[in-house]
């Protein structure tokens, strides 16, 4: 059983910056891809990051450049830290675990960009 508790989400102004965090439970923890996506209004969900077991990244173009993945195994969480955030940034995002062919989700997290 895995569960996910997002936090960080928060209202932002355009160019600000935040950490979103996500903690798993769950020994299966250390060997899963873990990722971060988003869904905004209207929108489907989409990807944002993922990063795998041993640390490899990949991020949508959308976001790469302003954004860094990083997970700490000892402690079972993983990171989103975005940088000059814009309006189009704004949604609910969500951590994710991916493991035997199994998607697990957190409940979500707001971020909104907005002066």
């Known amino acids: 059983q895995v569960q996910l508790v997002e936090s960080g989400g928060a209202l932002v102004q355009p160019g600000g910056s935040l950490r979103l965090s996500c903690a798993a439970s769950?020994?299966?923890?250390?060997?899963?891809?873990m990722g971060w996506y988003r869904q905004a209004p209207g929108k489907q969900r989409e990807l944002v990051a993922t990063?795998?077991?041993?640390?490899?990244?990949n991020y949508a173009e959308s976001v790469k450049g302003r954004s860094t993945i990083s997970r700490d195994n000892a402690n079972n969480t993983v990171y989103l830290q975005m940088i000059s955030l814009q309006p189009e940034d704004t949604a609910v995002y969500y951590c994710n675990v991916y493991y035997l062919g199994i998607n697990y989700w957190g409940q979500g997290t707001q971020v909104t960009v907005s002066s």
């Open positions: 990063i795998t077991s041993v640390g490899s990244t």
């Open positions: 769950g020994r299966l923890f250390r060997f899963a891809v």
